[in-house]
């Protein structure tokens, strides 16, 4: 089996699902449950016996202890993260803990769980660490994109942690050798995404007739990739990745917030129209993210190179079945909007004034 972290999460879901999909192989999923954990989100495996749920923190050390040693993992896949820039201006505790911290927590007990296996399964174990193309700062128009051998240049409470994480990964194979694999991947958007995040706060702001929050100018960039795309990435790196190494995950797809967002409401005009006009009327722009990071995009050739990987997805083929996704699950965005997100909406937009 494999140890999944952060599998209730948007991306992490997403892979569980895809691999159970294609395979029989049990995961044990350790999810703390945050507001960003949702396991209505995995209802379809409510009663199956290849996904294994425990609630926890990637940060309680004889939790994961125990679970290592009851369950033998073959390999761990680490997404749980704080993972919202948003949040992480206004509250970086979180994310030092969680991603920090708790990556910290991770590699150790993989370490000492790597030590009890014989040297055939240390040899075939790995410990697949999920991160960001955050962690190399913010491009310029011409600037080539972000390869693996890129400085490290964070800019956002959010990406520092991000890159604090990488480090370390990076130490404990050089250290100690455990077998580690890290992805540095692009802006993801699917089914399933809290909504607080562009794409998903965009669509179910359009459909309650609420204002689209576009910070600044709406032409920072970043390159988007569809999630299943994402996942099949992290199963070919799992596979055939060699220890040690970075590969940068992307979709080729640069495009500005506001084409984003225009595109959008372009669709939602399509798939359900307003009576009061195109949602595209709903478009405010306003106070900037402080620090915000201008551009990102990503040089995807290796993994390309080395593992045969390339997105299936288009841009368009993606949004399109993102939107559609949202249209057909209202029960799911509901159950989301808890008192928790109101107090987020509240907190991130409420003070926020529009620009001029
Ligand atoms: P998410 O915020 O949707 O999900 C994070 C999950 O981790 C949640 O289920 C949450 O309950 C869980 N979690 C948080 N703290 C935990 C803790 N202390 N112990 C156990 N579980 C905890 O995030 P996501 O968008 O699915 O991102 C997953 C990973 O991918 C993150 O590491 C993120 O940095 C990385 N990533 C995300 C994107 C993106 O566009 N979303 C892009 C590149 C990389
Ligand atoms: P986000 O989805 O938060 O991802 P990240 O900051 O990790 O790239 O934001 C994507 C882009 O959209 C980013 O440039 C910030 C911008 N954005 C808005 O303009 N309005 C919003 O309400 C949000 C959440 C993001």
Redesign the pocket.
């Known amino acids: 089996m494999i140890l999944v972290s952060g599998g209730a999460g948007f991306i992490g879901a997403n892979f569980i699902l895809d691999w159970l999909a294609g395979d029989d192989e049990i995961i044990l999923n350790l999810d703390l449950l945050t507001y960003a954990g949702n396991l209505e989100t995995l209802a379809s495996l409510r009663d199956d016996p290849r996904h294994v749920f425990v609630q926890g923190d990637i940060c309680d050390r004889a939790l994961v202890d125990r679970l290592l040693a009851t369950y033998r993992p073959r390999a761990i896949v680490h997404f749980a993260a704080e993972?919202?820039?948003?949040r992480s201006i206004h509250g970086p505790g979180d994310f030092v803990r969680t991603n920090v911290e708790g990556t910290f927590t991770l590699l150790e007990a993989a370490r000492a769980h790597h030590a009890s296996l014989d040297a055939a399964e240390q040899a075939a174990f790995r410990f697949l660490h999920v991160s960001?193309d955050?962690v190399y700062g913010s491009l310029g128009t011409d600037d080539p994109a972000f390869a693996e051998t890129k400085a490290y240049e964070p800019n956002?409470p959010?990406?520092a942690s991000k890159a604090a994480s990488d480090h370390l990964v990076r130490a404990w194979h050089h250290t100690y050798g455990l077998p580690v694999l890290t992805t540095n991947c692009s802006?993801n958007?699917g089914p399933r995404q809290f909504p607080?995040?562009?794409?998903p706060?965009?669509i179910v702001n359009a459909l309650a007739g609420k204002p689209?929050?576009?910070?600044?100018d709406?032409l920072?960039?970043?390159d988007w990739l569809y999630v299943t795309d994402h996942c099949a990435a992290i199963r070919e790196v799992l596979a055939r990745g060699t220890p040690g190494e970075i590969y940068n995950i992307g979709g080729w797809n640069e495009k500005t917030?506001i084409d984003?967002?225009r595109g959008v409401c372009a669709l939602l005009d399509e798939l359900r129209p307003s009576a009061d006009g195109s949602h595209a009327r709903l478009i405010t722009h306003?106070t900037d993210?402080p620090g915000?990071?201008r551009r990102?995009a990503i040089d995807a050739r290796k993994i390309e190179r080395e593992l045969g990987w390339r997105p299936a997805e288009t841009f368009d083929s993606g949004i399109r079945k993102t939107v559609q996704w949202y249209l057909d699950n209202p029960q799911w965005v509901a159950d989301v909007q808890s008192g928790a997100y109101r107090d987020w909406v509240a907190a991130?937009?409420g003070t926020r004034g529009q620009a001029a």
């Open positions: 993972s919202h820039v948003d960001t955050e956002s959010y990406s802006n958007y607080e995040k562009l794409i706060l965009m689209l929050p576009v910070y600044g709406g920072n960039v970043r917030n984003i967002v306003v993210r915000h990071d990102y991130n937009y």
